[in-house]
């Protein structure tokens, strides 16, 4: 298994700042995943981040609004870049261990 | 593309009466299927997984089929305790990366003594 700690667990930020996520890992893993679930909606991957390389993001996303840092195998924080309202949402961070996923609590985050 | 549609909640329920919660996928391939509950205040938790067709995820007393024909993977469960209140997700998984996946919207469940 895996245990994952998420910080900030929620935010209110206002918007045109940015927010870091951090995802820390209590074992070493080769990737890390992270996802956003906006209100009413169902989960959506918005990166794989892998250590050593820059992160693969799903259609939709771009590393210039949702930059990530994978510095090592335990640890990555996901950076939401000049916010607005829309961003208000839930971020996960998960990891695959074993051929299970495992997620952290998540973070809200409300942009006013 | 792939997706995953799952019945829209809430969900109220009694103590002790069926529950069923719908969900089918498309896929290009053969994904692998799960069912992933979030209790309040904690993070999502697998609660059970189909790899392929035919197979029958279980755990806790909730089951779920892996229906190639209908595309489906509906999650039951013949009694339903207060404790089972949750909000529970169907998903699929994008291929060999099992943490890469697709979620359905999520349903909310509440059961009352």
């Known amino acids: 298994s895996a245990v994952i700690s998420q910080k900030p667990s929620r935010d209110i930020c206002q918007r045109g700042t940015s927010l870091t996520i951090q995802c820390q890992v209590d074992?070493?893993?080769?990737?890390m995943f992270w996802y956003r679930q906006q209100p009413g909606q169902s989960l959506t991957l918005i990166a794989t981040?892998?250590?050593?390389?820059?992160?693969?993001?799903e259609s939709g996303f771009v590393i210039d609004k949702f930059p990530i840092s994978r510095p090592n195998l335990t640890f990555s924080t996901l950076t939401v870049s000049n916010m607005s309202p829309e961003d208000s949402s839930i971020y996960l961070c998960?990891?695959?261990?074993?051929?299970?996923?495992?997620f952290g609590q998540g973070t809200r985050l409300t942009v006013v | 593309g792939d997706s995953v549609t799952q019945m829209e909640g809430p969900v109220t329920l009694s103590e002790e009466a069926f529950l069923t919660i719908n969900c089918t996928y498309t896929?290009?391939?053969?994904?692998?299927l799960f069912w992933y509950v979030q209790y309040p205040g904690e993070g999502l938790q697998l609660l059970l997984k189909?790899?392929?067709?035919?197979d029958k995820g279980s755990n806790k007393g909730f089951e779920a089929t892996y229906r190639k024909e209908t595309t489906s993977f509906h999650l039951e469960k013949g009694s339903v305790q207060v404790s089972d209140s949750a909000v529970y997700f169907c998903?699929?998984?994008?291929?060999?990366?099992?943490?890469?996946?697709?979620f359905g919207r999520g349903t909310q469940l509440t059961v009352w003594p």
């Open positions: 896929a290009t391939g053969y994904p692998s």
């Open positions: 189909a790899t392929k067709a035919d």
């Open positions: 998903a699929s998984d994008r291929g060999s990366t099992l943490g890469r996946l697709y």
């Open positions: 998960s990891v695959e261990v074993a051929q299970e996923a495992f």
């Open positions: 074992s070493q893993v080769t990737m």
């Open positions: 981040a892998n250590q050593g390389s820059e992160a693969t993001y």
